[in-house]
């Protein structure tokens, strides 16, 4: 089935300690999103890719960075991960900007 | 400022209970609105997409209104399983110069058996 994949599902990491998260789909869509989610909070769009074209967001700090090396795969690097960090970071994919976004399952982020 | 506001925070009702989510927006131009549910370590899994022009529209035991002049969507759940306990997100698209997505923070629904 076409789908949106995480890995890892869970990660731990320690303050300071850079992390990566990856994104993978089955869906060929245009488009990929990475939000991040707090405990009863509405995700937040931290940026997309539009194929190739990069979109931060204004307020994304500059210690979120992203990759996307072809249309299948996208990640998600915190450079020096604070207690703030984390959180359930979800991956969306849409045809285009338009469209409805299908998420992925989220990768639930652990900072000690 | 384009917001999004959903109420209940969170609702508790009894299996086989009807229930109605709110949802309240500010976002204009409107472009359309979409109910996501979201169970609990999941991501988001969109149920409807309304447009402008668009008042009603279901999906199995979820109907979704929604009142462009008032600028008011519902979400109504029909026959409540135990399988519907999540949280249930309004997301709003603007159109033009307010083209973003705005996300409500949900309504955590809990289904008692």
């Known amino acids: 089935d076409a789908m949106v994949i995480q890995n890892p599902r869970y990660q731990v990491t320690q303050f300071g300690k850079p992390v990566t998260l990856s994104c993978s789909q089955t869906?060929?869509?245009?488009?990929m999103y990475w939000y991040q989610q707090k405990s009863s909070q509405a995700p937040k769009l931290l940026f997309h890719?539009?194929?190739?074209?990069?979109?931060n967001e204004a307020d994304t700090p500059d210690n979120f960075q992203s990759r996307r090396p072809n249309t299948s795969f996208c990640f998600l690097d915190i450079r020096s991960p604070g207690l703030g960090d984390a959180a359930m970071y979800l991956c969306?994919?849409?045809?285009?900007?338009?469209?409805?976004?299908?998420f992925g399952p989220g990768t639930r982020l652990t900072v000690l | 400022k384009n917001q999004v506001e959903q109420s209940p925070q969170s609702l508790i009702i009894l299996e086989g209970k009807n229930c109605t989510l709110q949802?309240?927006?500010?976002?204009?131009?409107?472009?359309?609105l979409r109910w996501y549910k979201q169970d609990t370590g999941r991501g988001p899994v969109s149920l409807t997409i309304?447009?402008?022009?668009?008042n009603t529209k279901s999906n199995g035991r979820y109907t979704a209104t929604l009142d462009a002049d008032t600028k008011q969507s519902s979400l109504h759940i029909t026959a409540s399983q135990l399988s519907d306990s999540a949280s249930y997100i309004c997301?709003?698209?603007?159109?033009?110069?307010?083209?973003?997505?705005?996300f409500g923070s949900g309504t955590r629904l809990s289904i008692r058996p």
């Open positions: 969306a994919t849409s045809r285009v900007t338009e469209d409805t976004q299908y």
């Open positions: 869906l060929n869509h245009n488009v």
């Open positions: 890719y539009y194929d190739k074209d990069f979109n």
């Open positions: 949802c309240n927006y500010t976002v204009s131009p409107f472009s359309n």
């Open positions: 309304m447009t402008f022009s668009e």
């Open positions: 997301v709003v698209r603007g159109f033009g110069s307010a083209s973003k997505i705005i």
